[in-house]
């Protein structure tokens, strides 16, 4: 069985060889982000390797911040953005206190989110902040998974993050059709090499079964293709500025939701 303690050694061998191979490039672009995962990455694994409440509470502070971004590309209000922050870490609660009441409490979080469009009678644009809502749920709930599944969750997390990294290079370098117009840059050379990376990273890690494989290789790219469109559909380059390198902390967790989503089903 994978285990966090497990997992340690990798992810701190991976974080020194990539700063290793920063270094060596002087691109301060890539020195600035080497610098974000050097925080973020024991800050990560230190919530996993807490249990099942460090892993909600992480859940919970990520799924928060996603909603800031998600409702600043969508336009949603105050209030909107709050009661679906509430919605997302209420779902990612009972994950960890409640599981059998998930369902519940996603159908009481829709509930929610419908409410401040609908008693506010706002015939011009309630449908669009219910829209919203609605999707926001769903795509953001999905982190409640990182509560049950654990270290599986971590192990996913690094698969999606090398194949993410090797489909961008090995896009660029070996061409072809593009994937999707949502995504010029992305082409299928690309996610393919990716997929296969991120595969063998599963495969390194232990944690290598059917469903993970197609969680990375169909899940990931799906999941950088819902947030492109989301972002083409704000006229956004990035979901936010305040992550070094990276955007927003929505742009790094893109890939994950929709693989993590993929895993649930096919478990």
């Known amino acids: 069985m994978i285990t966090v303690a497990s997992l340690a050694p990798y992810l701190g061998g991976a974080l ?9 490039s002087r691109r301060r672009e890539l020195m600035v982000r080497w610098c974000a995962w050097a925080v973020g990455v024991p800050l990560v694994t230190g919530a996993f390797w807490w249990g099942h409440p460090g892993t909600a509470a992480l859940a919970v502070v ?20 709050l009661v679906l922050a509430a919605a997302v870490s209420g779902v990612v609660l009972a994950a960890w206190l409640a599981p059998g009441q998930v369902l519940r409490v996603v159908a009481v979080g829709a509930l929610a ?24 749920l769903a795509w953001l ?16 997390f690094v698969a999606v993050s090398i194949a993410d ?63 492109s469109m989301v972002k083409r559909g704000a006229r956004a380059k990035d979901a936010g500025h305040w992550l070094p390198g990276s955007g927003g902390l929505l742009d790094r967790i893109d890939s994950l939701l929709i693989a993590l989503a993929v895993l649930l089903v096919l478990r």
């Open 113 to 136: 989110v419908a409410a401040p469009p609908l008693l506010t009678g706002d015939a011009d644009h309630g449908l669009r902040r219910l829209g919203a809502g609605l999707l926001g």
């Open 141 to 156: 709930s999905v982190l409640a998974a990182l509560v049950p599944l654990g270290a599986s969750a971590l192990a996913l």
């Open 16 to 24: 020194a060889l990539g700063g290793v191979a920063v270094v060596a």
């Open 62 to 81: 990520v799924g928060v911040i996603a909603v800031l971004e998600f409702g600043g590309l969508m336009q949603l209000g105050p209030v909107d953005r």
């Open 165 to 227: 990294i090797v489909a961008y290079f090995a896009g660029r370098r070996l061409g072809g059709p593009r994937l999707s117009p949502l995504s010029p840059a992305k082409r299928w050379s690309g996610t393919l090499a990716g997929a296969t990376a991120g595969i063998g990273v599963l495969a390194v890690l232990s944690a290598l079964s059917w469903p993970m494989a197609i969680a990375v290789a169909v899940g990931g790219p799906a999941g950088d293709l819902l947030e």
